[in-house]
């Protein structure tokens, strides 16, 4: 079992800048691959970005990519996502997950089915 807890969410001009934290416990955290996926009003869940084990590999999708950087320190189980130039499309409940397969270095996910243990999510609202 691994639980999960993010923060950081919040309210931030167009422009803006956040940062979200996902802390976990549990069983060994550099045991599982880690994500974040969003999920606004009215929309299915969506990828935003996965970190492979030992921080080798990210996988962004095309709207976080050149704004938004995942990492992880294994050393406090926490996986981080940097937000930058945030948009109002960017505004979701965030959410992180934890992925224990395992296949060869780097292998990531980007279907929320995938993973294995959810946190509760954290709201970021964008306002233009």
């Known amino acids: 079992q691994v639980q999960l807890v993010e923060t950081g969410g919040g309210l931030v001009q167009a422009g803006g800048s956040l940062r979200l934290s996902c802390a976990a416990s549990?069983?060994?955290?550099?045991?599982?691959?880690m994500g974040w996926f969003r999920q606004a009003p009215g929309k299915e869940r969506e990828f935003v970005a996965a970190?492979?084990?030992?921080?080798?590999?990210?996988l962004y999708a095309d709207s976080a990519k050149g704004r938004f950087t995942i990492s992880r320190d294994n050393a406090n189980n926490t996986v981080y996502l940097q937000m930058n130039n945030l948009k109002p499309e960017d505004t979701a409940v965030y959410y992180c997950?934890?992925?224990?397969?395992?296949?060869?270095?780097?292998?990531?996910?980007?279907?929320?089915?995938?993973?294995?243990?959810w946190g509760q999510g954290t709201q970021v609202t964008v306002s233009s």
């Open positions: 997950a934890a992925d224990g397969a395992f296949y060869y270095v780097g292998f990531l996910r980007v279907t929320s089915g995938a993973y294995d243990y």
């Open positions: 549990g069983r060994a955290f550099s045991d599982y691959a």
């Open positions: 970190i492979n084990r030992n921080s080798g590999t990210t």
